[in-house]
């Protein structure tokens, strides 16, 4: 469906009061008309309640299917900091090649920022051919506005098959706006991509249901086919620095956004698991509160982390920033030891990007073990204990 905001001549009057209440700044009185900027219009549907007149209305529209046969290549939104792209914009570039490869077709990255020219290499490195780079100052400021008229922009030109991003908390707000403006449909969170190497059907996967099943999802109709994968899903590439790309300016410029960064604070700075190179974890197998001493106690001698199960977060033996899993933190170190967690498939939806995975677990039938590279069937304490001691 695409949608947008109609302006009833007869009804309308020219008095200003949709204009006013307009963010975006989409409202203009032309000849005492209102004149609403489509491309600037976010759809919020503010102005329509705003009209004493109601000459304003929604109107949908079901889009023609677009000729699918135009569109190819496989996009990745490289989101950065800095100019340097974030971990999760390498991961995305891995498993676009993956797909590309499959498919026969090649890899675009999208880099935003001043400082965006010196990490063209990176992404190269990591499997993309092409690389558009924004490099406007403007873009230095995460701001949904212009990222996504310029993004719309560049896929309407260049048509792609298939764009992904991040779930950050910027890729979150970006992509379904995109999606939006574009008429497309997009997958939030997929654990799992896939591609029909004849049809380039994207095979988004992700939890549904509260999690109950994995929900296999196609977008048959329309092009670009959007999903955003969380961090530490996919694996990062290695990078090969004897491939070779070509790299394009973006020369467009978006509108001035009617949304301006005032000032930044800063978090308070905690290290995530996420970034986590060796985690210990815990979950109900480890028996007691008390027993979290032992799990911590490891993690202080192995230098790692702390991440726990839900259930160790619903009974307040540990802080949500530790929970590993579908409703917490996608992890992605090169080792990680469970002690005591069964492998529910909310808890494997965090751990798929772990290089190497240790479990500790009494029951030989436990799904935990399907995804470990080193199997420990036994008592979990017993364990921690023999660790620490050797350590020690
Ligand atoms: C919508 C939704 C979202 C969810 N999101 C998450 C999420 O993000 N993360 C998450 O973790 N879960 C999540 N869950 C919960 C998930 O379904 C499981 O209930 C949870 O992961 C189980 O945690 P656990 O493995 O610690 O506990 P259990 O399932 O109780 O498993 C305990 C394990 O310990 C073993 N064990 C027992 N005693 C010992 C011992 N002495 N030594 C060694 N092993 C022992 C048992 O054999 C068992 O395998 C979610 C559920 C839903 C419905």
């Known amino acids: ?30 000849n005492a008309v209102a004149v609403i900027d489509q491309n600037a219009c976010v759809l919020c549907r503010i102005c329509l309640d705003s009209c004493p007149l109601s000459a304003l209305s929604l109107v949908t529209e079901e889009k023609k299917e677009n000729d699918l046969s135009q569109h190819s290549g496989i996009w990745v939104f490289a989101e950065s900091r800095s100019g340097a792209p974030i971990d999760v914009a390498l991961e995305l570039i891995g498993k676009a090649r993956e797909l590309a490869d499959r498919r026969g077709t090649d890899v675009t990255a999208l880099i935003f920022g001043s400082d965006a020219h010196n990490h063209v290499l990176s992404l190269i490195a990591g499997g993309a051919d092409r690389v558009f780079v924004g490099t406007d100052k403007m873009f230095d400021d995460l701001l949904d506005l212009p990222y996504a008229e310029t993004i719309c922009h560049l896929i309407e030109e260049h048509k792609p098959e298939a764009v992904l991003f991040g779930a950050t908390p ?4 970006l992509a379904p706006r995109v999606a939006a403006r574009l008429g497309c449909g997009l997958t939030a969170d997929c654990t799992v991509l896939d591609i029909d190497r004849e049809n380039g059907l994207l095979l988004q996967t992700r939890p549904a249901f509260g999690g109950n099943l994995m929900a296999t999802i196609t977008c048959p109709g329309r092009r670009p086919q959007m999903a955003t994968v969380r961090p530490g899903i996919f694996a990062m590439p290695e990078p090969d620095p004897s491939r070779r790309g070509e790299m394009t300016e973006i020369d467009f410029m978006p509108r001035e956004s009617a949304v301006r960064l005032i000032s930044r604070t800063a978090a308070e700075a905690r290290e995530s698991i996420s970034d986590a190179r060796i985690i210990v974890s815990a979950g109900r197998g480890i028996g007691s509160q008390k027993n979290m001493k032992l799990i911590y106690e490891l993690a202080g001698l192995l230098g790692a982390s702390v991440g ?43 751990i798929g990007g772990a290089k190497k995975i240790i479990a500790v677990n009494t029951d030989p039938e436990a799904p935990i073990f399907s995804a470990a590279h080193y199997k420990v069937v036994a008592d979990a304490r017993d364990v921690l204990r023999e660790l620490i001691a050797k350590l020690k």
Not at 15 to 23: D, I, Q, R, S
Not at 321 to 346: C, E, K
Request: net charge negative.
């Open 1 to 30: 469906m695409a949608a947008y905001i109609r302006v009833d001549r007869e009804k309308c009057v020219g008095c200003g009061m949709c204009a006013g209440t307009c963010a975006q700044n989409a409202i203009t009185i032309e």
């Open 170 to 173: 910027f890729g979150r707000s």
């Open 308 to 350: 726990v199960s839900r259930p160790l977060v619903d009974l307040g033996w540990a802080d949500h920033s530790h929970q590993i899993g579908q409703t917490g933190l996608s992890v992605a170190p090169d080792l990680l030891i469970t002690f005591g967690i069964s492998g529910a498939v909310q808890h494997l939806a965090g």
